[in-house]
């Protein structure tokens, strides 16, 4: 089996590309070529499996590349989750989001609809896409009202994925996937750069720690076993959209007192709230409903928050103590 991901550097792709390969996938990916490239691969380094994935160069927003990808690697299976998927840039480059997160996506359902309409696709569509939430709980018959241009342009992608389901009868999927968080998140996100500030921290690196809203409330799972939903989702013999959640929501203050506590630190004692992280509109609280992939999948979230935290702070502190050491 071949399979082709977008995003392959991305936190999900390492994840992902580590399951497929341990599946016997041979595995391909996008990769935006910059003139940083040497981190690029840091997290495919991380898992271990730099060398076993095959790297091309192009771009979600080419078209005419994406088809050159289906001709060549004529994959089984090709996984979209590439996007500029910081919700915060998307207010100060709101167009580029819609192109990359947007229309990206429809390039890449087209080059799947024009060369290769047998395989298998899957969409990384997101919670926020639920935003001023219209149900407490939010399963895939809740209603959307997307808050930022990022959220808008997921839903753009998303119905994209369904109208080629239903237009093309594509083997489309789209994913709804809560927070999903791990040791190779991106430093802007909010979980990532509590557990990094704790670290820097415990460690006399750092005297304290800037955020902004701690009222929000997230359903924070584990990138690891989030990927395994990917998967599962196009091994079923129907396509079909599924959310991916743990069902449990905590505050952002909630994940500071346990990333501190871990260390033995309070943080009433090092966080400090500073407008300037705030967004225009904020998505209060999110809470997904996992029923469905539960029931049809047989997916559950296998790693607790409190499990995933701890993970994360260890690693911020090995990975503090490695440079300052070196
Ligand atoms: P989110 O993730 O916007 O939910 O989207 P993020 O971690 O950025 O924010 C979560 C919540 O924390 C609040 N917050 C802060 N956020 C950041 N980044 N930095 C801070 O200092 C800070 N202080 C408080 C935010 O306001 C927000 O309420 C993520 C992305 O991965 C998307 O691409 C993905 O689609 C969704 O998760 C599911």
């Known amino acids: 089996m071949r399979a082709f991901i977008t995003g392959i550097t991305g936190q999900d792709g390492a994840y992902l590309s580590k399951l497929l390969l341990d599946k016997g996938y041979e595995v391909f990916g996008l990769v935006r070529r910059s003139s940083t490239a040497e981190v690029n691969d840091v997290r495919l380094r991380w898992l271990g499996v730099a060398d076993r994935v095959n790297l091309i160069d192009g771009d979600l927003t080419d078209l005419s590349c994406l088809i050159r990808c289906m001709r060549e690697i ?35 359902l087209e080059a799947v609809r024009l060369e290769r309409p047998e395989a298998r696709f899957y969409q990384a569509s997101s919670s926020e896409m639920y935003g001023l939430i219209q149900e407490e709980k939010q399963s895939e018959r809740t209603p959307f009202y997307p808050r930022s241009p990022y959220a808008v342009a997921k839903l753009y992608a998303h119905w994209m994925t369904v109208n080629y389901r239903e237009s093309f009868g594509l083997f489309a999927c789209s994913g709804i996937l809560f927070n999903h968080e791990s040791p190779l998140r991106g430093i802007e996100f909010v979980t990532r750069k509590i557990t990094d500030g704790v670290a820097r921290i415990k460690l006399g690196l ?17 990138a690891r076993d989030y990927v395994e939903a990917m998967w599962l989702m ?36 090092f966080v400090r709230v500073d407008p300037a992280f705030m967004r225009p509109a904020e998505v209060e609280v999110l809470l997904g409903d996992p029923a469905k992939a539960t029931a049809k999948l047989g997916w559950t979230a296998s790693t607790t928050l409190e499990e995933m935290t701890a993970e994360m702070v260890e690693a911020d502190l090995a990975r503090h103590r490695r440079a300052t050491r070196d």
Do not use: M
């Open 206 to 222: 750092a005297k304290d720690l800037a955020l902004g809203n701690l009222e929000a409330k997230r359903d924070w799972g584990h």
């Open 74 to 108: 004529k994959p089984d299976e090709v996984y979209n989750l590439a996007a500029q998927s910081f919700v915060k840039s998307s207010w100060h480059q709101p167009l580029l989001t819609g192109t990359v997160t947007g229309l990206g996506a429809g390039n890449i």
């Open 234 to 269: 196009l091994q079923q013999e129907t396509p079909d959209d599924y959310v991916v959640a743990t069902g449990r929501t905590v505050t952002v203050r909630e994940f500071c007192r346990l990333a501190f506590a871990h260390v033995g630190l309070d943080y009433q004692e």
